[in-house]
């Protein structure tokens, strides 16, 4: 699979961003050249050089040793958040898909409540309920995105279920978890994949923008969308000061977005025999 993945133009130029954001994040204290904590008032707001090769912020921090661990944090928030996600999603969909009934009309009823309200909106109301924190926004961004992932998995289920091989593996008396471990489950794996690779770039997204905001990674925390925000005021005279976080968060974004794309088309049948 991943042969083919890498095979296509998109599929390799998204393995290529990806594996760049995350060598980083790995390599952090390899990579960086400061500690992303350590102030140096007396080199505040120095553009690129040999020294620091993105320049400082307004207290002397060294801009490629925070953008650096800064990915190490969007890279956790979006991994945690779309794996709660997907175990969310996935068991609900599975549930209704394969029960029916009223647990069906109940899932599906949640799931159109929360897909209703604005997910920027959402997240804003969940963590100012419980306080601006990255553990609280990763549990926030996971709760948001488990609609879309029920609604996936059991519209997956409801086409498999009915089948010839799982009407005979009912009617011999199989038990209903077995079937849905043994059966239902592992037909939904590629979709699930593909939810995943694609959410991740969305999950980055969202962090950074909560952290904008002052909802996410608090300060000295390196976050992406907070290195953004700190430095608007000195847009003018100090660009790189949002400019480097924002061509982290574009470079990692559209390698997991060209990723995603590359597994659905290797993993879909449809896009496969086209």
Not at 8 to 36: E, M, S
Not at 93 to 101: F, H, K, V
């Given at each position: ?131 601006p924190s990255l553990s609280s ?11 879309a992932v029920a609604r996936i ?122």
């Amino acid at each position: 699979m991943l042969r083919r993945v890498a095979s296509q133009k998109t599929g390799l130029i998204g393995f290529i961003l990806v594996a760049i954001v995350l060598l980083a994040a790995v390599a952090a204290p390899i990579v960086a050249p400061y500690d992303p904590y350590e102030m140096n008032m007396d080199e505040a707001l120095q553009p690129p050089s040999w020294s620091h090769p993105l320049g400082t912020d307004v207290l002397g921090r060294d801009m490629m040793s925070r953008l650096v661990y800064g990915a190490r944090i969007s890279l956790k928030v979006s991994v945690l958040s779309r794996l709660i996600s997907l175990l969310i999603g996935t068991l609900l969909g599975l549930l209704a898909g394969y029960i029916g009934g009223r647990i069906d009309t109940l899932v599906m009823r949640l799931a159109d409540v929360t897909l209703a309200y604005p997910g920027l909106l959402l997240l804003i109301a969940v963590i100012a309920a419980v306080g601006p924190s990255l553990s609280s926004l990763t549990i926030a961004l996971g709760i948001v995105g488990w609609a879309a992932v029920a609604r996936i998995v059991r519209a997956q289920v409801l086409s498999i279920k009915e089948r010839e091989y799982i009407l005979a593996i009912r009617a011999l008396g199989s038990r209903p978890e077995s079937i849905v471990l043994r059966h239902l489950l592992p037909n939904c794996l590629s979709q699930m994949i593909i939810i995943f690779s694609m959410g991740l770039g969305m999950g980055i997204m969202a962090e950074s923008s909560m952290s904008f905001l002052g909802l996410g990674a608090q300060p000295p925390a390196p976050s992406w969308g907070s290195m953004i925000s700190s430095g608007l005021d000195y847009l003018r005279v100090a660009p790189w000061l949002s400019l480097a976080p924002g061509i982290g968060i574009t470079i990692a974004v559209l390698g997991f977005n060209l990723l995603g794309d590359a597994f659905r088309d290797v993993l879909d049948p449809k896009l496969r025999n086209l």
